[in-house]
């Protein structure tokens, strides 16, 4: 059992804390490519505790950029995008998509006093129909080649499974708890069977469980009495691999996140797809009603696993 202060310690996740320094050192998917278009050039991304605007200037090139202005603290999500960046609504501060300032249209001419001027800014990728963020120092590793994200023997698609007020260390605990599969899941997913009893689920189906710490992070082994074996991995720090999909976990503040889902569906024959085969958005089927809201006044679906 953890106590508080280790709890602190891995589910605080803001900038100078373990957390929050850790999973810097990682990329996070932060918006779908649907998101942004030449009819909307940004979107507001929350991520380990930063506020931030993605966006696609004139020239085509993606920014990350800190949401608040550096000159009067105007939200950029409202800038207006221009061939060499995007500049602010309220003064017409221009920033690149590096946080260079390039302009600062009030001062007097020849100033040079945008050049002291910096906006804290990210690096942004786009992969399988997202675009993906890394907040932590340079140089940014490459993103995982997982099997899922590249082969090319089959199409994708993706999704936003959920959005949850929590902090991501507790779905990650969860997806090392198998016990629960056959009591919270006893309904779904179990192609018609009725268990003898809802305490109990499909609990006797089960020999055991194991688990085992690999380089990656851990394997979880559930053995049933039929001689089946079913294994699936979590990813450290923050991803959960099972069957042909992966749930990718991301930490928008100490308390809410985001759960993407990438599967991949092979080609009956094994045939290969271009490399520019698109990615297929799903929508998200509500995990909750009404989604704005928490429980008691939310009604939780447990129509999917």
Known sequence: MFTQA???????????????????????????EHQLSDAQPTHFVRLLGEDLVLFKDKSGRL???????????????????????????????LYDTSGSCLECPAEPAGSMFHLTV???????????????????????????????????????????????SCNYFQAMENSVDPAHLQILHQGPGTRGRVPVSTTRGFTDDVAGFDFALTDYGIMKRREYKDGRIDEHPLIFPNILRQGNGIEIRVPLDDTHMDIYEI??????????????????????TPHKTPMDRMHPFARHSMAQI
């Open 118 to 164: 910096k906006q804290r800014a990210y690096p942004v990728r786009k992969l399988v129909g997202l675009y993906w963020a890394y907040l932590g120092p340079e140089p940014a590793p490459e993103i995982p080649h997982f099997d899922i994200l590249v082969r090319r023997d089959g199409h994708r698609t993706t999704q936003l499974r959920g959005q949850l």
């Open 263 to 284: 599967r991949f569906l092979p080609t009956p024959d094994g045939e290969l797809v271009p490399e520019d085969d698109p990615v297929t958005y799903v929508e998200q």
């Open 6 to 32: 280790e709890t602190e310690r891995v589910s605080r996740v803001g900038p100078g804390t373990p957390a929050g320094e850790l999973l810097r050192r990682y990329w996070f998917p932060v918006a779908f």
């Open 63 to 93: 920014g990350l950029i800190a949401d608040h202005c550096a000159h009067r603290g105007a939200s950029l999500l409202y800038g207006r995008v221009e061939e060499r960046g995007i500049a602010c609504a309220y003064h017409g501060w």
